[in-house]
């Protein structure tokens, strides 16, 4: 177990301790991983707030940027629950852990953080209490936090209801109070072993300049809580508060707005037991956040680690054209143009409906292929012509490969999407390719048939009530010689191409698989999308089959 027992004090003592927050980057088990095994530099791990039963949270957006550096989310409390998440506590914790793990608990009830507290503790080194979320349902977060007597009477009942407990108690406070000293006092008093501040200030709504719309999808009419650079003046204010209503010994993790080393030293000179980052994290490859927080524990210049520049800003366009293919698939064509390469993807957003990542099928003119799926596809395949839709991005990283002197390039359902940018790649190292997609039913001409066709040999199979039928037309004679591979498709689909591929003699470390995974931010904050420990959003979306293989990833 962690040693939490060092960060008592400590703000006296002038080591820089650092930590990831709730909801931020160490949201999921492959993460927080990632961060104990891979990121010596961070001394907490903080997971994101769990509940008793599984929350759903809001739908997309979940997340904005009014200006580069501040954010604006509302997730809404996100988790899998209790039950999906206590096996992979223990499965962590058998494997051993170097940093001090903190796990975030939320709820509605006394009776429910009980439970979450019993059940999280043999796990935990810290159990942190989420009286602060903003943008919660009513009853937990900050409804709790904006009162002294309620987070006090919450923490009295832990207390009494579990006297074993061995992990630190510690309550996260929201900012928007009065005197948030006092109500760190009243916790403290009734038992708590430390305070984390600030959680995000607000909510606020955030309005999109283009179309006028709130940004946001949620209850709230699209308010959410504001994090970054802009809260972090508010959270010295806060810390310093704080400490000085309970006292020296209390632990006090301090968080909010903090990006550079100066912000730091700031952060512990105003009382800080150790210094959270949470937001700044999406403004650094996930490949250099050891450098980071390296860099901030030596005191040393982040600037060049720290992009500029808005990665959530939304760009209009016009609906050109929408071609069906069925009942249910469209191809889009909007206003403008991208330079969209393999591995990289864009959000559509629709004010009002919400926002979806998909793959960019033709940079110019600007086509995507949507197949319907729920609400929000449903949206798109209303858009007539004229109407205006909105993109954000681009995201993720240009595809890195060997070049080859033929290609066998494979496809499923609107996977195939990606297909284009690939044979568009591929054509400029004058590669020969064999492109071969699988449709579930046959009617009429393939959606990109013409385009794909234009790149080399293009063959089309209808499933025919099998699945991956298109795997079938496949022989050792297509892949002999220098030929690498190229697979976009459902999930399944691919393991059973890549399988195949191996057993035919392909390399490993040939074989391309397309990773698109659910993301909900698009810019390395909300943990979504991790892949063998690695963020799609940011690294790309392919990976060799080798080294899926190597990191166990289910597809």
């Not at 903090?258 to 150790?274: E, H, K, P």
Request: glycine share 12%; net charge negative; hydrophobic share 40%.
């Amino acid at each position: 177990m962690g040693d939490a027992s060092r960060l008592r004090g400590n703000h006296l003592r002038g080591e820089i301790l650092l930590s990831t927050v709730s909801g931020v980057a160490s949201t999921k088990k492959e993460l927080i991983e990632l961060f104990d095994r891979k990121i010596p530099s961070v001394d907490i791990i903080t997971s994101k707030s769990f509940q008793v039963t599984p929350n759903p949270g809001n739908r997309e957006p979940v997340v904005c940027s009014p200006s580069p550096g501040d954010f604006g989310n509302s997730v809404g409390l996100r988790n899998p629950g209790m039950a999906a998440v206590l096996p992979e506590m223990k499965e962590i914790r058998e494997h051993g852990m170097r940093a001090i793990l903190n796990i975030s608990l939320s709820a509605s009830t006394p009776e429910d953080f009980i439970a979450l507290v019993k059940a999280f503790d043999p796990y935990a080194d810290m159990l942190e209490l989420n009286f602060s979320c903003p943008h919660a349902a009513a009853g937990y977060g900050a409804s709790i936090g904006s009162d002294k007597s309620i987070a006090s009477g919450y923490v009295r009942a832990i207390n009494e209801a579990y006297p074993g407990r061995r992990a630190l108690l510690i309550v996260k406070l929201t900012p928007n109070v009065p005197d948030i000293g006092d109500i760190a006092r009243g916790v403290i008093e009734a038992g708590a072993d430390g305070i984390a501040a600030i959680n995000t200030v607000g909510p606020k709504l955030y309005i999109e300049p283009h179309s006028g719309a709130p940004i946001l999808n949620n209850k709230l009419g699209g308010k959410g809580g504001a994090s970054g650079e802009w809260v972090k003046q508010e959270a010295l204010d806060c810390i310093r508060a704080i400490r000085k209503a309970i006292g020296p010994e209390p632990i006090l993790l301090g968080m909010g707005g903090v990006s550079t080393s100066s912000d730091v030293r700031a952060m512990i000179a105003a009382g800080a037991d150790s210094v959270g980052i949470g937001s700044a994290l999406s403004r650094v490859m996930p490949t250099r956040w050891e450098e980071y927080f390296r860099t901030l524990k030596e005191g040393g210049d982040v600037s060049p680690l720290l992009s500029s520049g808005n990665a959530l800003e939304y760009v209009p366009h016009t609906v050109l054209s929408r071609e069906m293919h069925g009942p249910d698939v469209v191809v889009l064509t909007l206003s403008g143009t991208m330079d969209c390469q393999p591995g990289q993807f864009v959000f559509l957003w629709i004010p009002g409906k919400g926002e979806k990542p998909f793959s960019v099928a033709v940079n110019d003119p600007l086509t995507f292929l949507v197949k319907k799926r729920g609400a929000f596809t449903e949206a798109v395949l209303s858009l007539k012509e004229g109407d205006t839709v909105y993109t954000r991005g681009l995201y993720g990283s240009p595809m890195v490969y060997e070049p080859s002197s033929r290609a066998l390039l494979i496809g499923g359902g609107t996977g195939a999407a990606v297909l284009p940018l690939i044979a568009s790649a591929l054509s400029k190292d004058g590669t020969v390719m064999d492109i071969r997609v699988g449709v579930a039913a046959r009617e009429g001409k393939d959606p990109l048939e013409d385009v794909l066709a234009s790149y080399g040999s293009y063959t089309s199979v209808a499933d025919d009530g099998k699945p991956g039928r298109v795997l079938d037309t496949i022989t050792a004679a297509d892949i002999e010689g220098d030929t690498s591979c190229y697979i976009v498709g459902p999930g399944k689909m691919m393991e059973k191409a890549a399988i195949l591929l191996s057993s035919l003699g392909v390399q490993e470390d040939r074989i391309y698989l397309s990773m698109e995974k659910n993301t909900m931010c698009g810019i390395g904050m909300c943990g979504e999308c991790v892949c063998g420990g690695h963020l799609p959003c940011k690294e790309g979306t392919f990976f060799t089959w080798k080294t899926l293989k190597e990191n166990h990833v289910e597809l």
